[in-house]
């Protein structure tokens, strides 16, 4: 009996030894997947309680949930209103990381946990929406009809098999008008929703902006100094927007890659992009890249008299011309635009820019973007295999081309992570905007949508 109680006493003593040294070990020296866990759950729950106005517990049950990792459900996020901080622990204990509110800029992760120069690094006004009753575009009413073909398009935009798992937002734009909407529980017209990676399309029209002022050229070269001494010097500005740049980076999710890296560990997402090595030469491969965005947001930036200039020029450009008052373009610690990523908007916003491009970058009759510029946006590359344009956007949508779905070949995409998408059908003059929590393992396709609605609509095209 003293033989077993001794065992039993030498085993939990054993075990005691590993768990407290697992303890020092995570405590020390965590394994940077964890620290790239909590940078994102701190960063998805700052967003959505502080910008989204989400409760944050059930942003922590829902969003930082949808990926499926197991892991995620063992991270504790506490969530300071008055300081704007969330901090992020693994088992509320290990590989903290933080993200921090700064107004009209969102929110931004702090990975080295300098709060306060996280603070100080940008500064962005808030502006309050002007109050007006005209119909949307011009303003904030929509009169959705009630006749025999407005009925076919509600019932389309609420059955949730069209809809897809976890929609929080459809909106139709028919000849420059909402005709249909719908909203999931819990989101409303007002709720601002991330666009993740159609957040590159907006980055590339600040660029085109830039570019009808003289600023820019798409033939740009010689573009950063750090690339003055090498091969990457030849890189046109055109090779970046049509993700042709020949820079090695890896876009993988789910461990610690480059894009992860970039998002949740870098205080500066710009630097492992920048110092990316060459894996082929300019326009010789298509290979989709944040990093490649982030750069971009990097050298439009770099055009603007100083940074505070930069910080201030997307609402300037941009959203106030086109009333887009709910967006929220969000920086990293540095004050970089995360130009891949982290553009909230409520669904009309979205919609109205969706409506810029279907008008060619026309806006009440001011042109906005060069003449050419939604055209390259529409223009399938070669290294694509046809796939992607010369303007960061998708000429196929997820999963599929247009052919493939019976829809018009003019059709091209805006589309993001989780399930957001912005189809552009300039040929019938309609624009959809669907957004949601869908992860790709759901297999959702947003061109049957599409297609259920363009059937409705045909007919009064005719």
């Known amino acids: 009996m003293r033989l077993i109680s001794r065992v039993i006493g030498a085993v939990f003593m054993l075990l005691l030894i590993i768990v407290a ?8 020296s965590p394994p940077e997947l964890l620290k790239v866990g909590d940078g994102y759950a701190a960063k998805i729950v700052c967003s959505n309680t502080f910008v989204a106005k989400r409760d944050p517990d059930q942003v922590l049950a829902d969003d930082v949930q949808a990926p499926g990792n197991p892991a995620l459900k063992l991270i504790r996020v506490s969530v300071d209103r008055d300081d704007g901080v969330v901090r992020a622990r693994f088992l509320g204990m290990f590989a903290p990381n933080y993200a921090l509110y700064r107004g009209a800029l969102g929110c931004t992760t702090v990975p080295d946990g300098d709060l306060q120069a996280a603070r100080s690094a940008v500064f962005l ?40 798992p976890a929609m929080r937002a459809i909106v139709v734009v028919k000849d ?26 907006v980055n590339a029209a600040i660029i085109g902006r830039l570019m009808l002022a003289g600023r820019m050229s798409f033939d740009d070269q010689h573009l950063l100094p750090l690339w003055s001494d090498d091969a990457r010097k030849d890189i046109r500005l055109s090779d970046l927007l049509a993700m042709e740049s020949g820079l090695a980076f890896n876009e993988s999710y789910g461990n610690v890659s480059d894009v992860t890296r970039m998002l949740y560990l870098d205080p500066d997402t710009t630097s492992i992009a920048a110092n990316a090595r060459q894996a082929a030469a300019p326009g010789e491969r298509f290979s989709y890249s944040s990093g490649t965005a982030v750069l971009l947001s990097r050298l439009w930036m770099n055009k603007l008299p100083n940074l505070s200039a930069a910080i201030s020029y997307p609402r300037e450009a941009l959203f106030a011309p086109l009333g887009m008052y709910s967006a929220v373009f969000e920086a990293d610690e540095r004050g970089t635009y995360v130009g891949s990523s982290y553009l909230y908007a409520n669904a009309r916003d979205w919609a109205r820019f969706g409506q810029f491009l279907l008008q060619d970058g026309v806006w009440k009759g001011n042109r906005l973007l060069p003449e050419g510029f939604v055209g390259a946006m529409r223009t399938p590359t070669k290294a694509s295999e046809g796939v992607y344009s010369q303007v960061q956007a998708w000429v196929a949508g997820p999963g599929g081309s247009n052919a493939q779905f019976g829809l018009p070949t003019d059709t091209f995409w805006m589309s993001g992570h989780d399930g957001q998408s912005v189809a552009i059908v300039p040929s019938a003059n309609l624009v959809v905007v669907r957004m949601g929590l869908t992860p790709s393992w759901a297999d959702y396709r947003p061109q049957i949508l599409l297609k259920r609605i363009m059937d409705v609509i045909k007919p009064a095209t005719n």
């Open 21 to 28: 040294g697992g303890a020092v070990w995570l405590s020390v």
């Open 125 to 164: 006004n808030k502006v309050k929406a002007p109050k007006n009753d005209a119909l949307w575009p011009d303003g904030d009413s929509v009169n959705l009809g009630q006749g025999e073909q407005d009925a076919k398009l509600a019932s389309i935009v609420a059955n949730p098999d069209l809809a897809g």
């Open 176 to 201: 420059g008008r909402i005709v249909a909407e719908s909203y999931g529980e819990g989101f409303s017209k007002a709720t601002p929703l991330i666009g993740w990676s159609m957040t590159k399309t």
